[in-house]
């Protein structure tokens, strides 16, 4: 963007600004991203939100008859279907026969109907924009209209949409749906304070302690990431189900329920809690601790007034990122949640089980309140942290203590087991013929194809859409917040793309799947084409995951400095040219890991993909789900290691591509 100065300009007159090309070319990538959140988010989520407000009734007194008699007679008695009904009290609105596509069946108005009979029909509208339909023919206003017996037999009425509250009310009068709130609350609160325990007292262990084998320790600890969360259900199952190898552990209660719910959430969470509040302990100040000692204090003196209030904020990231996880999960409370209700499975039970796609949008949208408010608080708590770290802070380097490192050894090595152990316990019951009565070694579960679920085709598509999902969303998330982070003025545009971009973190994965279904499955939506492709699952997963990977994005560019940007400026290079041969050598290691985190969780979604896959799309972690619904649990745990060791190998080439890149694009590092 250049600056123009008219040497006759009186002072105090604002200077032009004059934009150049690459300027024009900038904004319109960031106009284009936008473009795309809005029609894969904003959009989506609007056409769910309508739903959730929209009541369709059946307006009785718009249609009135007249009858005749057995010799075809009317007597010009006319009655409307509103009084019949009212006279029919074991029959109401809401419960008269609706065809499949709702339409209304005026026949069980007449107890005594036969359609063999030879009694005649008059059928009118009692206002002149009434609808009602004779088979697929349509009429509309106050013409009487007469019909056989059998013909009347195909004389329905649509249902007239309303907006309003109507639904919501119906929701939370009925007891089992509300229950699902308080279920879901409480898990999650319960879940959060264990998992934020457990993971703060390992990041510690790791963090403050000389114990060996912290790598190893560290990589037992991410595992649980590389697996969808259906997976530890599975394993509880064989662990303390009806059948389980220790089920007298449970002493006469059972595994399917908020037991069973909050050890699997437990298990899938930790990763993500230890990440943060690792990153939190890394960065402590050695002086505070070495003021601590000049001042005698003791060590758990020490612990409350420097490591907790150093750590306050990844601890308080990390409760909310675990309740956000718990609240919005599907997967584990699907598999082992028994008869207690979640809000999540709440919404496939009224979307796949009763194909009440109002009353699931009003689940969605219950479910959006708590997982926002978490989000939001989260946002304002990060805004208020203040660096720990100045130029002249001193890295802390803890001191060997016998005594502490074992305890600490003894510590990660439970955790460590709880880990293994659950990985273990899927893996076993993937290798055997039929739990419990024929333990024999069979590979037998493995062979997916004659089983439900989608057989290897699922597996083969996961991975496709999981290389789909890192190529492209890679390439999307990076040079959004790229053209975010560099593009002059136009602030209100950027301002825009951040908020969409924020976004997506506060959305369920179900809540997201089912807006989908509301605006592409629209047949007058142009993108309707996209509905039941491999194209829309990549297009939700990117998605849903795309604030994290922004977020990244933007750490790694915000590292970069500005002159970059000047000397290019200077040198009349466009800005591409810079992008590609500085910008994204020297953003290496943030694109690298971007790409990784997108394959996995698009490897491990189950959420996200329930209501759109196809029958040419079904994904393995739906396959699981199905898997298991038929009662094939062993197989159902062989393909979820399945995706385990698939996200496991893909780690592992990711690291031996990272060294061999890095290498060219970070020697400057080491100069």
């Excluded at 859409?465 to 209100?492: E, N, Q, S, W």
């Excluded at 142009?526 to 699952?537: E, K, R, V």
Aim: glycine fraction near 6%; proline fraction near 4%; include cysteine.
């Amino acid at each position: 963007m250049s600056v123009t100065m008219n040497s006759g300009m009186p002072k105090g007159k604002p200077l032009s600004l004059r934009m150049g090309r690459d300027d024009f070319l900038m904004r319109a990538f960031v106009l284009a991203i936008s473009l795309y959140l809005l029609l894969s988010l904003a959009f989506p989520l609007y056409a769910m939100l309508s739903k959730a407000f929209s009541t369709y009734r059946f307006d009785l007194s718009q249609i009135e008859f007249q009858v005749s008699d057995q010799a075809g007679a009317f007597s010009g008695d006319t009655v409307t279907a509103k009084t019949l009904n009212d006279k029919l009290k074991s029959i109401s609105g809401d419960d008269l026969a609706t065809s499949s596509d709702g339409r209304l069946s005026l026949v069980p108005l007449f107890p005594d109907f036969s359609f063999r009979s030879p009694v005649h029909y008059k059928i009118r509208g009692t206002t002149a924009e009434t609808v009602y339909l004779v088979g697929s023919e349509r009429h509309v206003g106050t013409d009487w209209l007469e019909v056989d017996s059998n013909t009347f037999r195909r004389v329905v009425l649509r249902p007239v949409q309303s907006i309003g509250f109507s639904n919501f009310t119906e929701y939370f009068s009925t007891p089992s749906l509300f229950e699902s709130i308080e279920n879901s609350i409480l898990i999650s609160l319960i879940s959060t304070v264990i998992t934020v325990s457990l993971a703060f007292a390992f990041a510690y262990a790791l963090n403050r302690s000389c114990m060996r084998f912290k790598g190893v320790f560290r990589l037992i600890a991410m595992a649980p990431i590389l697996v969808p969360s259906l997976l530890p259900g599975i394993a509880l199952v064989y662990l303390f189900g009806n059948q389980g190898m220790l089920k007298e552990v449970m002493m006469g209660e059972s595994i399917y329920g908020p037991y069973g719910i909050v050890i699997g959430s437990v298990f899938f969470t930790f990763p993500h809690a230890m990440i943060i509040i690792t990153t939190a302990l890394a960065i402590s100040d050695a002086r505070l601790y070495e003021a601590a000692v000049s001042l005698r204090a003791s060590a758990w003196k020490t612990f409350w007034t420097v490591t907790i209030p150093g750590a306050r904020y990844g601890l308080i990231s990390a409760a909310f990122v675990v309740f956000n996880l718990v609240i919005t999960d599907f997967g584990l409370p699907k598999v082992i949640g028994g008869q207690f209700n979640m809000l999540a499975v709440d919404i496939y039970k009224q979307v796949i089980g009763q194909q009440n796609f109002e009353m699931g949008a009003v689940v969605s949208v219950v479910l959006l309140m708590p997982a926002f408010i978490a989000f939001f608080v989260d946002r304002q708590v990060q805004k208020k942290q203040v660096a720990l770290l100045s130029a002249r802070s001193v890295v802390f380097d803890p001191k060997p203590n016998r005594k502490f490192d074992r305890l600490c050894f003894l510590y990660c090595s439970l955790i460590g087991i709880f880990i293994v152990g659950i990985l273990g316990v899927c893996q076993f019951a993937a290798l055997i013929k039929f739990w419990p009565y024929d333990l024999t070694l069979s590979l037998k579960n493995y062979n997916f194809d004659r089983m439900d679920g989608g057989g290897w085709g699922a597996y083969h598509n996961s991975i496709e859409l999981a290389a789909l999902t890192a190529i492209f969303g890679t390439l999307v998330i990076f040079i959004g917040a790229y053209m975010v982070d560099k593009t002059r003025g136009f602030r209100v545009g950027r301002t825009f793309f951040q908020l969409l971009a924020m976004l997506p973190m506060a959305i369920p994965g179900m809540v997201l799947g089912l807006a989908y279904i509301f605006f592409f499955n629209n047949p007058a939506n142009p993108l309707n084409f996209l509905y039941g492709t491999m194209a829309i699952l990549v297009i939700v997963t990117v998605t849903h995951f795309y604030t994290v990977s922004h977020l990244t994005a933007m750490t790694a560019l915000k590292q970069m400095d500005n002159e970059f940007e000047s000397v290019a400026a200077s040198l009349k290079q466009p800005f591409y040219k810079l992008f590609a041969r500085v910008t994204v050598p020297v953003c290496m290691p943030a694109i690298l890991d971007i790409g990784i985190y997108l394959f996995v969780n698009a490897m491990t979604t189950v959420s996200a993909v329930v209501f759109l896959y196809s029958t040419d799309t079904t994904l393995a972690s739906v396959a699981v789900l199905n898997m298991d619904d038929a009662g094939d649990i062993a197989p159902a745990a062989a393909m979820g290691m399945m995706i385990f060791y698939t996200n496991a190998l893909a780690r592992i080439i990711h690291l031996i591509i990272s060294k061999g890149i890095l290498k060219k694009t970070q020697a400057w590092r080491s100069r």
